[in-house]
C-alpha cells in the first residue's frame, strides 16, 4: 500500500470510532481533562442536578467560544476565570487547574480549537467602546452585579459568583458573546445567568458584546 493510502485508510478508521477522533484527542485522555471536561456536543446538561455534577466547564463548543492565541498560553499558566469555585457560591477558587507544558498545550489547542458549534456564524461582531453598551452593562442591566469587569484606572469592578470578564478581549470569541446572548440555551441549557434575548432588542445585544469584547 502507498504511504498517502495508508494514511488515508488510518484517517478514516479513527474518525469511525467515537472518542478516538484523532491524536489530540488521546492526549486529552491522557492527561485526565475528560474526568472534567467533556468534549462531545450539543449540550447533554438537562437538569440542575446534571450541572451540578459537572467538574468542569463543557468544552464542546471552545473553539467557537476562546481565542487560540489565549487558549495557548492559559493551559500553561491557567489562572482562575472564575473567582469562585465552579457550581460554587461559597468556595474561592484555588487556582489549582492542571498545566501542560508547551509543547502540550500547543497540541491540546489544535485539538481544542478543532470544537465549533453552528450556533456562532463569524464576522458580526467588532470589539469597541461602546458607550451603548456600557450603560447596559453597568447600568440598565444587572452584568456587572455578577461579572468583573475593568473600570477606569485599572480598577477591577462587579460581581464575584459569575466568570470574570476582565480581559475578555484577548480570551473570548466576540462572535460567541453574542450567539450565546442571543441564544444562551444552546450553550447552557441549565445556567445561573438570567436570559436577555427578548429583554434587550437586537441592536442592544450587539452593542453590549462589542462592549464586553474591549475589556481589557
Ligand atoms: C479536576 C477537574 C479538571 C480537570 C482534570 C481539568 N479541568 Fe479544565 N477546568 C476545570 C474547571 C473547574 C475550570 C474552570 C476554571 C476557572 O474558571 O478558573 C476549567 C476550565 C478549563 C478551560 C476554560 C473553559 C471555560 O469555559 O472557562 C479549558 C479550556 C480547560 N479547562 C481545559 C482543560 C484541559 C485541556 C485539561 C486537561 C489537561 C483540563 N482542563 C483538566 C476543571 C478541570
Ligand atoms: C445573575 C448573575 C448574572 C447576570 C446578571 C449576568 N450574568 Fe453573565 N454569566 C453568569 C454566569 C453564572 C455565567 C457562567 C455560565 C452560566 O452558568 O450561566 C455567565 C456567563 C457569561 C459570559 C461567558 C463568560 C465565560 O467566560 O464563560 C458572558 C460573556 C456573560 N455572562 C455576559 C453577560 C452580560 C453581557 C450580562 C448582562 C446583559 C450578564 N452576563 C449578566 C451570571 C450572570
Known amino acids: 500500500m502507498t504511504r498517502a493510502m495508508t494514511a488515508l485508510l488510518t484517517g478514516l478508521l ?10 489530540d484527542q488521546a492526549l486529552f485522555e491522557a492527561k485526565g481533562c475528560g474526568e ?28 467557537s467560544k476562546f481565542q487560540k492565541k489565549w487558549m495557548a498560553k492559559w493551559l500553561t ?10 457550581n460554587s457560591l461559597t468556595e474561592e477558587n484555588k ?32 470589539p469597541k467602546k ?8 453597568t447600568k440598565k442591566m444587572p452584568c456587572s452585579g455578577c461579572h468583573q469587569y475593568p473600570a477606569k484606572k485599572k480598577k477591577i469592578k462587579g460581581g464575584r459568583s459569575a466568570p470574570s470578564l476582565v480581559g475578555a478581549k484577548k480570551r473570548l470569541n466576540p462572535d ?17 445567568m438570567p436570559t436577555f434575548a427578548g429583554i434587550l432588542s437586537a441592536k442592544d445585544m450587539m452593542n453590549v458584546a462589542r462592549y464586553v469584547s474591549n475589556f481589557k
Open 14 to 23: 479513527l474518525a469511525a470510532v467515537p472518542g478516538l477522533a484523532s491524536a
Open 36 to 63: 472534567c471536561h467533556y468534549t462531545d456536543g450539543p449540550a447533554k446538561e438537562k437538569t440542575i442536578d446534571d450541572q451540578l455534577a459537572k467538574k468542569g466547564p463543557e468544552l464542546w463548543y471552545a473553539g
Open 77 to 86: 499558566d491557567p489562572k482562575p476565570i472564575r473567582p469562585m469555585a465552579f
Open 95 to 126: 487556582g489549582d487547574h492542571p498545566k501542560l507544558d508547551k509543547k502540550e498545550a500547543k497540541k491540546m489547542t489544535a485539538f481544542l480549537m478543532g470544537l465549533t458549534s453552528d450556533a456562532v456564524k463569524a464576522g458580526r461582531v467588532k
Open 130 to 137: 461602546s458607550a451603548k453598551g456600557r450603560l447596559i452593562f
Open 176 to 192: 460567541w458573546v453574542l450567539a450565546y446572548l442571543e441564544n444562551p440555551s444552546v450553550f447552557k441549557p441549565v445556567k445561573a
